[in-house]
């Protein structure tokens, strides 16, 4: 059997949902928009002046994160007149990876953490890092992943330990952004 690698070939079909995700979120204004809004920000005109973002541009992306899910679109219930926006469930779910995204600017392009500091509501204290998590908890690293085929999971969910299975470790790869 050939050595497994992810298909990079396919990133553009359904197989990958990276391209998916890419083409709803992957723009640095949705990224000021979604950091926004997970700060409480929810019309319109206070978007413009927190985010220094252009009329015409704040529309079209308050649109197609409407349209993708991501936000809601309804009429303030104190001013029928303003339009309020509102992280969804979907939304809310990309909190991860904004912080993620914060951290890694903080330790390779500013070098200092930015200010304020996230920190757990109970005990007032910074967040740690976000990590990867095996499914025993296991802080994982790059030289610590594999791709196994979807076909292969099941039976090696089945039968711990199998030496037949391809398994292609993402540090043999040669790229470490294959994930």
């Not at 992810?6 to 990224?31: A, K, M, Q």
């Not at 904004?98 to 967040?127: F, H, V, Y």
């Not at 890092?129 to 908890?137: F, K, L, P, V």
Request: proline residues 3%.
């Amino acid at each position: 059997m050939g050595k497994l690698k992810e298909d990079l070939s396919t990133l553009g079909g359904g197989e990958c949902s990276l391209p998916v995700s890419l083409e709803v979120i992957g723009e640095r204004w949705c990224f000021m928009i979604l950091r926004a809004a997970l700060n409480g920000v929810g019309h319109f005109e206070d978007f413009l002046s927190q985010i220094g973002i252009a009329r015409n541009i704040l529309a079209n992306r308050l649109t197609r994160m409407v349209d993708a899910g991501i936000m809601t679109r309804r009429p303030c219930e104190h001013d029928k007149r303003k339009v309020e926006y509102r992280l969804t469930e979907k939304g809310q779910d990309l909190l991860p990876t904004m912080i993620a995204l914060r951290q890694w600017g903080e330790k390779w392009e500013t070098g200092i953490q930015s200010n304020p500091i996230l920190c757990d509501s109970r005990d007032r204290l910074p967040i740690k890092r976000i990590t990867m998590r095996a499914h025993d908890d296991r802080v994982l690293e790059l030289h610590d992943l594999c791709w196994i085929d979807e076909s292969e999971l099941q039976a090696s969910q089945q039968q711990a330990g199998r030496d037949d299975m391809v398994v292609r470790h993402l540090k043999e790869i040669g790229e470490p952004s294959a994930a």
